[in-house]
């Protein structure tokens, strides 16, 4: 059911800026742009064995599916396409960026940048193996903790062994450089570092900027103040998990530890509305109301000027 509806997904992809729909390819023909692939937490909208009504409307069909979140970013000048995040909607997302992208491309990315090694964010690496594409050397880009996860732990290391992919260590707060358009620049903050780091990233393009950082505890558990961070770029895609503690009834909450949207707003109140207009939450479990765009805390979150990521949404770097 889940692959049926994500299909039906990619067939009525459209693409949204400032708020209008229109075909990227008529739009855009040598502006870097990244791309909204999905906006969901690590399981995705459904979840399995969901009863709740937050899931029903997607089962029965009535409502679409939302993919796992994940960013991709289209150089038309290089002709270069990079991921963020290797989600196991990972098949659908590629062809997404694919047939977004304003000339011919490779559907394959010419890399791959991983944030940590929860199921969301890295899972979908299998689908480069023998069993499936048998890819060439992608290139992955990982931190030191990681790469050693995915080198010695298997099935991950058979990507390694047969060069399916080429893990790339990044260092700790150090740019790096992609072609003469684009440079990331990646960080450390502090998540449930179980296998491995938990990396946010900074992406440069030619004219703008975008901060990504899907999975954290705590604001005020990173030594880095979010304002200032948000302040230093014109975009920011950011843990938007759970919209407050209400949603979680069976788990214990100290252990899936994430801001609540209701925090984050708060700490941002006295942003101007300029920099408001820059934070859009992302990464939303599937009981999370801002999934549902017509919810009134969907509408909250928009009247008080901060925005929420949608699948299909661009943006110009």
Known sequence: ??????????????????????????????????????????AGSPQINCTKVCCQAIFEGKQDATPVVALGIIDPVSKEQFLFEATPDITLQLRALKNSAPLEVSEIPTAIFLTHAHIGHYT????????????????????????VFLEKNSPWSQLVSNKNIVLKTMQVNKLQQLNSQLSVFPFQVPHRDEFSETVGYQINGPEKSALFIPDIDKWEKWETSIIDAIQKVDYAFIDATFFSGKEIQARDISEIPHPFVIESMKLFKELSPTEKAKIHFIHMNHTNPLLKPKSSESKQVEALGFNIALTGDRFTL
């Open 124 to 147: 979908g690496l299998m689908y480069l193996g023998k069993e499936v594409l048998n890819a060439q050397q992608v290139p992955v880009y990982v931190y030191p903790k990681m790469q």
């Open 1 to 42: 059911m889940r692959n049926c509806l994500l299909i039906l997904l990619l067939l009525s992809f459209s693409w949204r800026s400032n708020g209008q729909n229109h075909d990227l390819k008529s739009t855009v023909v040598n502006q870097v742009t990244l791309v909204v692939l999905g906006t969901a937490q690590d």
